[in-house]
């Protein structure tokens, strides 16, 4: 069974740093791809950050500049430093990791607050 354990969360004032943290395990299968979602109360699931197995990342527009996505040495881990928090950042996070085929799992979340 695929197991993603999402760590880093709290809550942090505005333009201040949290590193977030996801470990994969339990697949057979290869991970074509990992990111980073968020959910803000009342809103959809938004793509914040992608990173494939050769190392490509794509960002949403409202994190480029101040998000970083990058895997760990074990390529079944994934990170994102995230600098400049804005309140408009609050939100649960969720890890996602995506072996392709339409085969994808998903974290339990973390949340972040952004609030002085």
């Known amino acids: 069974q695929v197991r993603l354990v999402e760590s880093g969360g709290g809550l942090v004032q505005p333009g201040g740093s949290l590193r977030l943290s996801c470990a994969a395990s339990g697949s057979i299968f290869s991970i074509v791809a990992m990111g980073w979602y968020r959910q803000a109360p009342g809103k959809q699931r938004d793509l914040v950050a992608t990173?494939?197995?050769?190392?490509?990342?794509n960002y949403a527009d409202s994190v480029k500049g101040r998000f970083t996505i990058s895997r760990g040495y074990r390529k079944n881990t994934a990170f994102l430093q995230m600098h400049s928090l804005l309140p408009e950042d609050t939100a649960t996070y969720y890890c996602?990791?995506?072996?392709?085929?339409?085969?994808?799992?998903w974290g339990q979340g973390t949340q972040i607050t952004v609030s002085s």
């Open positions: 990173i494939t197995s050769g190392g490509s990342t």
């Open positions: 996602n990791t995506d072996y392709g085929a339409g085969l994808a799992a």
